[in-house]
Nanobody, 122 residues
Framework: QVQLVESGGGLVQAGGSLRLSCAAS????????MGWFRQAPGKEREFVGS????????YYGDSVKGRFTCSRDIVKTMVYLQMNSLKPDDTAVYYC???????????????WGEGTLVTVSS
């Protein structure tokens, strides 16, 4: 059974940093993109960033470029999202996802985590 379990969310002041973690298990993820999406109250789910599990190259949504960084540890089967220079607009539930065939399209997500809440206060 595939599981993606996020951790690391919480409350942070604007300008601060957080690192989200995603523990991935249940299958091999070679060929997948491991990504992060977020959903703020009343808004659609938004692509944040992704990393190719095998090759390690990354891709980001425009709203987080230069501030957020995706990484992964193949041995530990962990995926990370380092978030710097956080803004109140970054407040959302953040979801870990495993995508196949696309690096950013939510329709390509094969597995979702349950999400972790990030709140950025002004």
């Amino acid at each position: 059974q595939v599981q993606l379990v996020e951790s690391g969310g919480g409350l942070v002041q604007a300008g601060g940093s957080l690192r989200l973690s995603c523990a991935a298990s249940g299958r091999t993820f070679s060929g997948y993109f491991m990504g992060w999406f977020r959903q703020a109250p009343g808004k659609e789910r938004e692509f944040v960033g992704s990393i190719a599990w095998s090759a390690g190259y990354t891709y980001y949504g425009d709203s987080v470029k230069g501030r957020f960084t995706c990484s992964r540890d193949i041995v530990k089967t962990m995926v990370y999202l380092q978030m710097n220079s956080l803004k109140p607009d970054d407040t959302a539930v953040y979801y870990c996802a495993a995508l196949l065939g696309s690096r950013s399209d939510s329709r390509a997500v094969k597995y979702w985590g349950e999400g972790t809440l990030v709140t950025v206060s002004s």
